[in-house]
């Protein structure tokens, strides 16, 4: 079992900078793929950004692609969010969740919502322009 929990979520200007946080709490979150989606209101959870178990692999969403960075500190349980140059459509619910890396069987999985067992509650971030 992992719990999550995001943190890092508030206001931003368009163009600033914003960090975000999901600290684990459970046995062996080293060895999980952990990835960010967001949700507004009224639409699909989308993928954001994924990191590997490893941390040597990392993809992101086109959106996002060359503003976002992913990472992780294993020793800390921790993954992070480094979201620069927000722009409006950036708002969103965001949340972190963990997946054993057997159930991702193809690239396609790590896009994929079914393949994440374990998510956080969600940290609002407003993109104020």
């Known amino acids: 079992q992992v719990q999550l929990e995001e943190s890092g979520g508030g206001l931003v200007q368009a163009g600033g900078s914003l960090r975000l946080s999901c600290a684990a709490s459970?046995?062996?979150?080293?060895?999980?793929?952990v990835g960010w989606f967001r949700q507004a209101q009224g639409k699909e959870r989308e993928f954001v950004a994924v990191?590997?178990?490893?941390?040597?692999?990392?993809d992101y969403a086109d959106s996002v692609k060359d503003r976002f960075t992913i990472s992780r500190d294993n020793a800390k349980s921790t993954v992070y969010l480094q979201m620069n140059s927000p722009k409006s459509d950036d708002t969103d619910i965001y949340y972190c969740?963990?997946?054993?890396?057997?159930?991702?069987?193809?690239?396609?999985?790590?896009?994929?919502?079914?393949?994440?067992?374990?998510w956080g509650q969600g940290t609002q971030v407003t993109v104020s322009s």
């Open positions: 969740a963990a997946g054993d890396p057997p159930k991702f069987q193809s690239g396609t999985d790590y896009y994929n919502r079914a393949a994440y067992d374990y």
């Open positions: 990191i590997r178990w490893s941390g040597a692999i990392t």
């Open positions: 459970g046995r062996s979150f080293y060895t999980y793929n």
